[in-house]
Structure formats: C-alpha cells, structure tokens
C-alpha cells in the first residue's frame, strides 16, 4: 500500500518559520505529482504548493514568496518550508500524492498541525 506521513508541525509566532515534511513510503519519482494541501477550522481542503518529477512547482497566491516545495528523492521525502508565517495560515497541512493507472489516485497522509500565533 501507499502510505505517507506527516511530520514538522506545531506552533509558531507569526513571522516564523517552520519545516514540514512527507515520508513515503514508495519513490517520489513513480508519483505523478506531489503536493501540500491544508484546511482551516469550517473550510474546506485547499492547495499550498505542488512539485513534479521534473521539478516543476505551483503555488497558492497566499504562499508565494514565502514557502517553498521541495523532494528529496533519494529519501522519499517530500518538504515544505514555511517562511514569514501569518496567522492565517493556521491549519491541518496534508501530504497528498497522485498516482495513475487506469485512473488518479489520491493519496493522503493522515495531517499535521500548524498553529500560528499573533
């Protein structure tokens, strides 16, 4: 099975930062895309940033400039690095992974709190 597991979360004052990471449990490289996705309290699943094999990454307009997505493939590890943190950027932050056959799948690791703090 795929599995993928958060790690890296906690809290923070605004203007922090902090590091996320995703440990898979299969290679990066056999996902078609990988990705950092959050939700708030009474909202619904939201994408943060995105990353290809090739290195291709998409962000939120919310994030951009100050986190950044990034793999280690050797590792199977998959990282966000969170900078100048807000207070709005308080969530549960999933780890999600897509894999194709016949079909996508998603694969989602089971969150990891960010708390930000005024």
């Known amino acids: 099975q795929v599995q993928l597991v958060e790690s890296g979360g906690g809290l923070v004052q605004a203007g922090g930062s902090l590091r996320l990471s995703c440990a898979t449990s299969?290679?990066?490289?056999?996902?078609?895309?990988m990705g950092w996705y959050r939700q708030a309290p009474g909202k619904q699943r939201e994408l943060v940033a995105t990353i290809t094999p090739g290195g291709r990454t998409n962000y939120a307009d919310s994030v951009k400039g100050r986190f950044t997505i990034s793999s280690d493939n050797a590792k199977n590890t998959l990282y966000l690095q969170m900078n100048s943190l807000k207070s709005e950027d308080t969530a549960v932050y999933y780890c999600n992974g897509k894999l194709t056959s016949w079909r996508i799948y998603d694969y989602w690791g089971q969150g990891t709190q960010v708390t930000v703090s005024s």
């Open positions: 299969r290679s990066i490289l056999s996902f078609e895309s």
